[in-house]
């Protein structure tokens, strides 16, 4: 081989080398500003991925909704259906959530969405009902109250509690699934806490949880492919599941004891 190419061949080697180094230097830097894996000292470490499979649920559990909070009004929401492969993935989208975030305390009125794990029911909106639709689907008239002492919905306007039908709700109310929160209606703990419709403008809610009406219209079919008693739903901030995984029924129907860091 001819010197002059011999020579031109190493400084190639060498720039690609060097090109190497320069990569994996950038690929650490993006990975370490990603959090995606503690790098050194005082990176904060990952949040801990929720795992699906270690829910512990009735034997008649086909839908679980999961809300994952990520910090303050914010949330991702995910809904699977039971096959006989395991769970499997059927929505996943953003959402919203209370004012005041997430709580495993919540009270009447203080704007957080409860944390922990609970049986929806109710299904019901102002919009009509489409093709695949629970068949017990409610499509409420301006009389139609969810009251605040039976913690579910009346036909009684008399009531006091949410008028669900009353224009104030257009939009927010198109499609709702009650969470389960709270079912025994409880005193002071707090009632309506749903699943519904997120509108454009909206950044938080009361305490419920909010989705775009197309990903509500899925989960609303998904319940109507089972109906009652087989559609739950799992509420907690992101890396803290764990405490949730086997706290169905706890407290009569309330949030679980824990350290949610909320």
């Given at each position: 081989?001819?010197?002059?190419?011999?020579?031109?061949?190493?400084?190639?080697?060498?720039?690609?080398?060097l090109?190497?180094?320069?990569?994996?230097?950038?690929?650490?830097?993006?990975?370490?500003?990603?959090?995606?894996?503690?790098?050194g000292p005082g990176m904060p470490k990952p949040a801990e991925a929720f795992q699906v499979e270690k829910f512990v649920l009735p034997q008649e559990a086909r839908v679980l909704v999961v809300v994952e909070g990520t910090g303050g009004s914010d949330c991702r929401v995910y809904a699977y259906e039971w096959s006989d492969k395991g769970w499997e993935l059927r929505v996943e989208t953003p959402g919203i959530l209370g004012k005041n975030g997430m709580s495993n305390h919540r009270t009447t009125g203080d704007k957080t969405t409860p944390i922990g794990v609970f049986c929806m029911n109710t299904p019901f909106g102002q919009s009509e009902a489409v093709e695949g639709f629970p068949s017990d689907y409610i499509k409420v008239r301006e009389s139609h109250v969810w009251s605040d002492d039976l913690n579910r919905l009346v036909d009684d306007k008399s009531q006091a509690g949410e008028h669900v039908g009353t224009s104030a709700y257009q939009g927010y109310y198109d499609y709702v699934l009650d969470a389960g929160f709270n079912g025994k209606a409880i005193p002071g703990q707090g009632s309506a806490?749903?699943?519904?419709?997120?509108?454009?403008?909206?950044?938080?809610?009361?305490?419920?949880?909010?989705?775009?009406?197309?990903?509500m219209e899925k989960v609303m079919k998904l319940y109507g492919t089972y109906g009652s008693g087989a559609c739950f739903i799992a509420q907690a901030p992101e890396g803290t599941f764990s405490q949730i995984y086997e706290s169905y029924g706890?407290?009569?129907?309330?949030?679980?004891d824990g350290d949610f860091g909320v």
């Amino acid at each position: 081989m001819r010197e002059d190419l011999r020579g031109n061949r190493g400084a190639g080697m060498l720039a690609r080398c060097l090109a190497a180094v320069l990569a994996l230097g950038l690929l650490g830097a993006r990975i370490a500003f990603g959090a995606t894996i503690q790098v050194g000292p005082g990176m904060p470490k990952p949040a801990e991925a929720f795992q699906v499979e270690k829910f512990v649920l009735p034997q008649e559990a086909r839908v679980l909704v999961v809300v994952e909070g990520t910090g303050g009004s914010d949330c991702r929401v995910y809904a699977y259906e039971w096959s006989d492969k395991g769970w499997e993935l059927r929505v996943e989208t953003p959402g919203i959530l209370g004012k005041n975030g997430m709580s495993n305390h919540r009270t009447t009125g203080d704007k957080t969405t409860p944390i922990g794990v609970f049986c929806m029911n109710t299904p019901f909106g102002q919009s009509e009902a489409v093709e695949g639709f629970p068949s017990d689907y409610i499509k409420v008239r301006e009389s139609h109250v969810w009251s605040d002492d039976l913690n579910r919905l009346v036909d009684d306007k008399s009531q006091a509690g949410e008028h669900v039908g009353t224009s104030a709700y257009q939009g927010y109310y198109d499609y709702v699934l009650d969470a389960g929160f709270n079912g025994k209606a409880i005193p002071g703990q707090g009632s309506a806490l749903f699943l519904h419709c997120r509108v454009p403008e909206a950044v938080s809610t009361g305490g419920c949880v909010a989705i775009p009406k197309e990903e509500m219209e899925k989960v609303m079919k998904l319940y109507g492919t089972y109906g009652s008693g087989a559609c739950f739903i799992a509420q907690a901030p992101e890396g803290t599941f764990s405490q949730i995984y086997e706290s169905y029924g706890v407290n009569d129907g309330l949030s679980p004891d824990g350290d949610f860091g909320v």
